[in-house]
């Protein structure tokens, strides 16, 4: 399985003053933990990041052991374009494509198994979890106009998988029509393409914030 890792993070609303990947848990980076997990899937066999070149040393290096095992990508200017430059980038027999937040460093290895084995079956998969509060749809003046039965609600994760001629075609057809999107999945909704939906586990955060961060460190410590 071919895999890419977007990892851009400015870590703004961490206060953090660098790339996000780059901050400390539990005495490693963020991005060694992603790559530790990512490695110990036993159907990855080939892992691209995707970065700002500025940053390319300081990620590589934090990686420790696993710097010698990745490819590096030159991202672009938004995270849709970092993906592009990395499907672009990946080998040309590759088939199936997993695409990965660096930021969630916590995913279970059965887990990325389980979306790359999907992929025999269907043309994308994306990792989620069942909604468990009650959400609001809220009009521009700040009152609700309706509640969705969440029974239907599912918050997105990641690995998003992909048969990779199909996710080429999505993005050269976004670029036609000026599409802007925040991830790969939506791009296929936006075509009507079918996405499967994988069950996933509410330890896969991804770490935007210190809270987050201080949530990660327990599953660090305590792992299920």
């Known amino acids: 399985m071919h895999f890419l890792i977007p990892a851009a993070g400015s870590g703004t609303r961490m206060k953090a003053g660098k790339n996000k990947l780059l901050i400390d848990l539990e005495g490693e980076s963020l991005i060694y933990w992603t790559l530790k997990s990512v490695f110990s899937a036993s159907s990855t066999n080939w892992v691209g990041i995707i970065g700002q070149p500025k940053d390319k040393n300081l990620l590589l290096n934090s990686a420790k052991e696993f710097a010698q095992k ?12 970092s993906v592009l430059n990395g499907l672009i980038a990946l080998p040309k027999d590759a088939k199936k494509v997993l695409i990965h937040d660096g ?7 059965e887990l990325i198994d389980l979306c790359a084995n999907q992929l025999d079956e269907n043309e994308a998969v994306i990792l989620a979890t069942k909604v468990t509060d009650t959400i609001k749809i809220v009009d521009n003046e700040g009152f609700i106009k309706e509640t969705p039965d969440r029974n239907y609600l599912w918050a997105a994760q990641t690995p998003q998988g992909f048969l ?3 996710l080429k075609k999505a993005h050269k057809m976004a ?3 000026n599409w802007k999107v925040t991830d ?4 296929f909704e936006m075509l009507n ?28 410590k305590n792992p299920s």
């Open 175 to 177: 670029i036609d029509k």
């Open 184 to 187: 790969d999945a939506s791009l």
């Open 70 to 81: 990745v490819h590096w990508i030159n991202g672009g200017d938004t995270r849709q374009q």
């Open 193 to 220: 393409w079918k996405v499967k939906i994988i069950e996933g586990t509410y330890s896969n955060i991804k770490i935007t914030s210190p809270i987050d961060l201080k949530i990660a460190k327990l599953f660090v």
């Open 164 to 166: 990779v001629d199909r």
């Open 103 to 109: 930021a969630r460093c916590l995913i279970n290895p």
